[in-house]
Nanobody, 115 residues
Framework: VLLVESGGGLVQAGGSLRLSCAAS????????MGWYRQAPGKQRDLVAL??????TTYADYVEGRFIISRPNTAATHLQMDSSTTEDTAVYFC???????????WGQGTQVTVSS
């Protein structure tokens, strides 16, 4: 499975950004896709997940500001609104099959929120 992110960049605090992730390879309809982020010097943290039934999970610090969607089995978007400087990080797309312990990651896309 290959994941390619796009849509990162620079945005002012309070602004919006939309990240996209396209998956290629053998993609299962019951799989989970999502986003993690990693700020400099910090661990990689959960942002949001969406499973094959459209059920979503959000980290507390993005709940109500970010929305994850999955237009088809092999793609996911992350709409980031009301951004803050704390959202500055490299955002990584995740793909997790419905069975087994494999996890696939994209190369990451930088998001920088300026004050």
């Amino acid at each position: 499975v290959l994941l390619v992110e796009s849509g990162g960049g620079l945005v002012q605090a309070g602004g919006s950004l939309r990240l996209s992730c396209a998956a290629s390879g053998i993609i299962g309809s019951a799989s989970t896709m999502g986003w993690y982020r990693q700020a400099p010097g910090k661990q990689r943290d959960l942002v949001a997940l969406i499973d094959g039934n459209g059920r979503t999970t959000y980290a507390d610090y993005v709940e109500g500001r970010f929305i994850i969607s999955r237009p088809n089995t092999a793609a996911t978007h992350l709409q980031m609104d009301s951004s803050t400087t704390e959202d500055t990080a490299v955002y990584f797309c995740l793909y997790r099959p419905s069975s087994g312990n494999s996890v696939y990651w994209g190369q990451g896309t930088q998001v920088t929120v300026s004050s």
